[in-house]
């Protein structure tokens, strides 16, 4: 409190030492788990960012969600292995976004539907994860339409869907799909890596048929810069949902990511809207530097990180 007696309202320094307290409570599990399956994805410290994210608002979704509709199902078109290893960290084993939605929220998914194409990931998942639905599938196929429509279309369902490509690997098609259907969807859209591809010299036929799906038109060959692809994107995100929340999330790396958040109106959606946009506000307002400093902490001791710093 402060002297008035009002709650004090926390920094952005704050808001995200909380965030990454969040997943260092939860690396001592991952790195038990990890010694069952021995598969992690690899990644550098900036993908976290996503997870504390993800972790936050799973939580405040399906407090929200779940006094409105039957049911809650989380979808996670990317999956991986439930873990990750992040490599610039002294190889610290965290949880992966399925993993996240299993534990993080005090109110539960009613059911996690994890969509994965290799193998040996999906395995993973199966072991970690046993009451997930996962499917070894390529998301972008036939088997994600049927399951998810015949699962979705059944009563009173609202699903978040966590859409966490490595590049240009979802195809508008896929996500056009899920926009008829009732729920929300949180997309990692990676800026700086669309642009490098669809702005470069001598593109092969390939890869303009690799960005031709990404974008679901050709508009993209007009765009003359990375500013004016990612406006193309969220403008066709917005013809399908009329609240689209990007969050620029800069990493400390000198390149930056947005998670875009695409809120389909209904009841409860206003609370869940407003928690949103508040949270935009701290997560773009902390300064790369800062945020460095704080991840690199996650690495550390077993002392807890000092807030405010
Ligand atoms: C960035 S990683 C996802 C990480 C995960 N969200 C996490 O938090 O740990 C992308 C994953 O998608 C998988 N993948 C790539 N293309 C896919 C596709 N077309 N369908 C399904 N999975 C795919 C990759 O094998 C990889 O595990």
């Known amino acids: 409190m402060n002297p008035s007696g009002r709650r004090r309202k926390i920094t952005p320094s704050e808001w995200w030492v909380r965030r990454i307290e969040t997943l260092r409570g939860q690396s001592q599990e991952a790195s038990q788990l990890f010694q ?5 994805y690899s990644c550098k410290s900036w993908a976290i960012l996503k997870l504390a994210i993800l972790a936050y608002y799973a939580d ?15 979808i996670d078109l990317f999956a991986g292995p439930g873990l990750d290893r992040i490599s610039d960290l002294n190889n610290l084993i965290v949880f992966g976004s399925p993993l996240i939605t299993d534990r993080v929220p005090r109110k539960k998914f009613d059911e996690l539907i994890l969509f994965e194409k290799k193998e040996k990931y999906a395995e993973a998942l199966r072991h970690l994860l046993p009451n997930a639905k996962v499917r070894k599938e390529d998301v972008n196929g036939p088997e994600f339409k049927a399951m998810t429509k015949a699962r979705l279309e059944a009563g009173s369902v609202h699903f978040l869907a966590f859409v966490d490509p490595e590049g240009l690997e979802i195809e508008w098609e896929t ?4 926009f008829n259907l009732t729920g929300d969807l ?7 890596g669309v642009s490098r591809s669809a702005l470069k010299e001598n593109k092969t036929s390939a890869e303009i048929e690799t960005l031709q799906r990404f974008f679901g ?16 994107y969220l403008e066709k995100i917005r013809e399908h949902r ?3 929340i990007p969050i ?6 000198r390149f930056y990511y947005y998670m875009i958040v695409a809120v389909r109106k209904t ?30 902490r996650l690495s550390g001791g077993q002392e807890k990180l000092a807030v405010g710093t």
């Open 175 to 178: 996500l056009q799909h899920l």
């Open 36 to 40: 069952k399956t021995k598969e992690a």
């Open 267 to 296: 009841s409860g959606s206003q609370r869940w809207v407003s928690a949103i946009e508040e949270t935009k506000e701290k997560i773009e307002a902390i300064k790369p530097e800062d945020l460095e400093n704080i991840i690199r």
């Open 217 to 232: 038109t050709d508009e993209w060959k007009a765009c003359e810069n990375e500013d004016a692809l990612f406006e193309l």
């Open 60 to 74: 405040i979704y399906t407090a929200i969600i779940k006094a409105h509709f039957d049911k809650a199902y989380y």
């Open 242 to 244: 009329e609240v689209t």
């Open 186 to 192: 949180i997309i990692n859209y990676q800026s700086t």
């Open 248 to 253: 620029k999330v800069k990493s400390p790396y």
